[in-house]
């Protein structure tokens, strides 16, 4: 299956297309049971593989060998991955997304940040000269195949994101993402400023972007939608409020019939889905 096609696809539809943010296989999981599209989140995955703040700690191998257990639960789901700058160098940057394609990727987006890097929607952040930047956009676009490309700058002087926004429409890029925009004005100036390309809009809870939905995206021109963290901050706030429910009780289980909660049998049928995904022809094994 050529999965940077299916994406790109998808990215033409009238609507506009989401992308929901995951952090681990299991939130994957849960993920895959309500929409046909995955992020796989920088921001989450330092958070869930390292207990980290998203400022540059991931390491590419541990993205990669991520993603191909993501491919192997989930053959059919669109997975746009997160790359950060590249891992720095344009060489590790190409090495990486040739990785990634093998390992049944269907896309990648590549910022212009210089380290130290930062989240999207935070403050402080450091981009490259464009044409550094340019250069090593074009030797990504030049290793993949079939891998949907996503060119993203975090340009916030308002010159430079229209500059820069307009040199991304001139590549070879799919997509053109310009993180952390601030109203739905600014998308609509960006809209046209890159003309015909494929634009993305990231929404994380918190952060510096207006809260829009799909219908309201579309009507803006927005093709692509990424929420980078609905599952990383609802699980926050769920365990930490089951957990201090449990001290409150004496460590007594809660009552397994309760509104929302989850006990063994349906965790264990959540997870045999990704097994039966696989085969076809193979029904989720009794609990």
């Known amino acids: 299956m050529q999965h940077g096609s299916a994406l790109r696809e998808a990215v033409r539809s009238p609507r506009t297309t989401p992308l929901i943010g995951i952090y681990d296989m299991y939130s994957a999981s849960i993920a895959a049971q309500h929409y046909d599209g995955m992020f796989v989140s920088g921001f989450g995955f330092a958070a869930s593989h390292y207990g980290l703040p998203d400022i540059g700690f991931i390491a590419w191998p541990d993205m990669v060998q991520f993603v191909e257990r993501l491919r192997l639960a989930f053959p059919a789901h669109h997975l746009l991955v997160d790359i950060d700058d590249g891992y720095v160098d344009p060489e590790v940057a190409c090495h990486v997304v040739q990785r990634l394609e093998r390992a049944g990727a269907s896309g990648v987006i590549l ?84 003309g015909g390309k494929p634009l993305l809009f990231n929404q994380i809870a918190g952060g510096k972007s207006p809260r829009l939905s799909l219908t309201e995206l579309t009507d803006l021109g927005v093709d692509v939608a990424i929420y980078s963290t609905p599952c990383l901050f609802a699980a926050h706030g769920a365990i930490d409020g089951a957990l201090a429910d449990l001290k409150t009780a004496d460590g007594r289980l809660p009552d397994t019939g309760q509104t929302g909660s989850v006990e063994l049998r349906g965790a264990t049928e959540l997870l045999e889905k990704n097994i039966s995904r696989r085969h076809a022809h193979r029904e989720p094994a009794p609990v």
């Open 111 to 194: 910022e212009d940040q210089k380290r130290p890097r930062r989240c999207g929607h935070a403050d402080g952040k450091l981009i490259l000269p464009l044409e550094e930047y340019l250069a090593k956009l074009d030797l990504v676009l030049s290793s993949r195949t079939d891998l949907v490309v996503v060119a993203r700058t975090d340009a916030t002087e308002e010159a430079e994101i229209v500059r820069r926004a307009a040199a991304l429409a001139e590549t070879d890029a799919d997509v053109v993402l310009v993180d952390g925009v601030r109203s739905v004005e600014w998308i609509e100036r960006i809209r046209s400023v890159v």
